[in-house]
C-alpha cells in the first residue's frame, strides 16, 4: 500500500508568488491533514478535511492559505501571496477515521522556501 | 490547555548506549491520545506508538519500550542498544479524545556515533 506522498519535495519562490502544494492520501483514507512546521518549532495544525469537507480549519494562518480537496481525493494548499514567513516544512498526513483512535500517517512534507 | 513538552533539544550517545527521551503533556481531558514519531534525515514522520489515557501499561518493541505515567504526565521513551540507524528527529504527539489534531512537542534530534 502506498503512503502519503506530497508534490514537490522543495520549493523556492520569491516573496509575493504563488505556489501550490499537493498531497495523495492513502487510499481508502477519508481524512486528510495539513501541518506546518516553522523553522526550529512544533508541528502545528493547519487544517482537516473529511472526504471533501473541511471540518477543521482553525490552525490556518490567515486567508492567504487556501486548502482544497475536491473529490475527496488528493488535496492542494495555495499559499497567494507568500511571504517571508510562510517558509517552513508543509506537512500532510491521512488516517482512515478521526480521533486518536486512528493513527495519522505523514508524507515526506514539502519544504517551502520565500525568499 | 493542552500542551507537549520535550525539553532536551538534542542528545548525543555512542552507539549500544541506552538513551530515554522525554515527553510530558497538558490537558484537561480524561481522553487522550499519546504518540510517538520518529523524522528520519530523508524527512517524513514514521508512526511508532499510539496510546490511549486508559492504557498506562508500558509498551516494549524490540529495542524500543515507552512509559507511561499518568501521575507524572509523562511518556518517555527509550532505545535500548543504540544504533546510528536511531539517529533522528524524535516528536512526541497529544491527540484529545474531543478533536482530530495533533499536538506536537518541539521534538528532540537524536545523534548516535559509531
Known amino acids: 500500500e502506498a503512503g502519503v506522498t506530497q508534490f514537490p519535495s522543495h520549493s523556492v519562490i520569491e516573496k509575493g508568488q504563488t505556489v501550490t502544494l499537493r498531497c495523495d492520501p492513502i487510499s481508502g483514507h477519508d481524512n486528510l491533514y495539513w501541518y506546518r512546521r516553522v523553522m526550529g518549532k512544533e508541528i502545528k495544525f493547519l487544517l482537516h478535511f473529511v472526504k471533501e469537507s473541511k471540518q477543521d480549519e482553525s490552525g490556518m494562518p490567515n486567508n492567504r492559505f487556501l486548502a482544497e480537496r475536491t473529490g475527496g481525493t488528493y488535496s492542494t494548499l495555495k499559499v497567494q501571496p507568500a511571504e517571508l514567513e510562510d517558509s517552513g516544512v508543509y506537512f500532510c498526513?491521512?488516517?482512515?477515521?478521526?480521533?486518536?483512535?486512528?493513527?495519522?500517517?505523514f508524507g515526506p512534507g514539502t519544504r517551502l522556501t520565500v525568499l | 490547555a493542552q500542551k507537549v513538552t520535550q525539553a532536551q533539544t538534542e542528545i548525543s550517545v555512542v552507539e549500544k548506549e541506552d538513551v530515554t527521551l522525554d515527553c510530558v503533556y497538558e490537558t484537561r481531558d480524561t481522553t487522550y491520545y499519546l504518540f510517538w514519531y520518529k523524522q528520519p534525515p530523508s524527512g517524513e514522520l514514521v508512526f511508532l506508538i499510539r496510546r490511549n489515557s486508559f492504557d498506562e501499561q508500558n509498551e516494549i518493541s524490540g529495542r524500543y519500550s515507552w512509559n507511561f505515567q499518568k501521575s507524572t504526565s509523562s511518556f518517555n521513551f527509550t532505545i535500548t542498544a543504540s544504533q546510528v540507524v536511531d539517529s533522528a528527529v524524535y516528536f512526541c504527539a497529544l491527540c484529545q479524545g474531543n478533536t482530530d489534531k495533533l499536538i506536537f512537542g518541539t521534538g528532540t534530534r537524536l545523534q548516535v556515533f559509531p
Open positions: 498526513a491521512s488516517s482512515r477515521g478521526r480521533s486518536g483512535l486512528n493513527t495519522q500517517y
